[in-house]
């Protein structure tokens, strides 16, 4: 029933002129702000920037190659 009045009040005219503008702008803040807030709490890595750097990766083949790294680095 809340995605189905999520729906209803983004479907809403915006209208600078209209007498309701101030409601149905803040109804349509209030509720951009849940929907953010619940996808953030499910699923909190889709809205972050992916990590692409290669330290795991450069530490592997330091290790591999060097027998002293392996014991200081594990």
Same mark, same amino acid.
């Not at 803040?26 to 702000?33: D, H, L, N, Q």
């Given at each position: 029933? $809340?995605?189905?009045? $999520? ?25 951009? $702000?849940?929907?953010?807030? @619940? ?8 809205? %972050?920037?992916?990590?692409?750097? %290669? ?9 591999? %190659?060097?027998?002293? @790294? ?5």
């Amino acid at each position: 029933m $809340a995605l189905a009045h $999520a729906k209803e009040v983004m479907a809403l005219p915006l209208e600078p002129w209209d007498k309701n503008f101030p409601k149905v702008l803040s109804t349509k803040t209030s509720v951009m $702000a849940s929907i953010l807030t @619940a996808t953030t709490r499910v699923n909190d890595g889709a809205l %972050r920037r992916k990590n692409s750097d %290669r330290i795991g990766q450069l530490l592997d083949e330091i290790n591999r %190659r060097d027998p002293v @790294a392996e014991e200081l680095f594990g």
